[in-house]
């Protein structure tokens, strides 16, 4: 099945010029086109633009999420790098999520000071 620029844009949530941009920076594996010059995208192509989403919402460098694209244009030879990749931004991710969990309790430590509970 394939989907229009439009379809996949409502699909996941990013504009149409933010797949465009996606596409021409490397950011996505190159989009198949038709005969009119249309990009024809599949459900692989779905798959990668939800990938990336992630990825950017978790603060991924995107020459990092350019490098993982690049490593899987070169085939399954690269599956552990790209892994390796992967746990290594897991790792961030845990240290952040820690780290904001941290400010969290000190957060809700000065509210119930204000709120007259506790001391600070």
Not at 31 to 48: L, M, Q, T, V
Not at 57 to 78: F, H, Q, W
Request: charged letters at 35%; a neutral charge.
């Amino acid at each position: 099945m394939s989907y229009s620029i439009k379809e996949v844009a409502e699909k996941v949530g990013v504009s149409a010029y933010t797949l465009r941009y996606y596409e021409k920076d490397g950011i996505l594996p190159p989009i198949p086109r038709n005969k009119s010059g249309r990009r024809e995208y599949s459900d692989e192509h779905i798959a990668w633009i939800e990938l990336v989403t992630c990825l950017k919402e978790t603060n991924m460098p995107v020459r990092e999420i350019k490098r993982i694209v690049a490593l899987s244009i070169e085939g399954d030879e690269t599956i552990e790098t790209r892994k390796e990749i992967l746990l290594d931004h897991k790792k961030e991710i845990k240290n952040q999520m820690n780290q904001l969990k941290a400010s969290l309790k000190k957060i809700d430590k000065k509210i119930s000071f204000y709120e007259g509970e506790d001391g600070c």
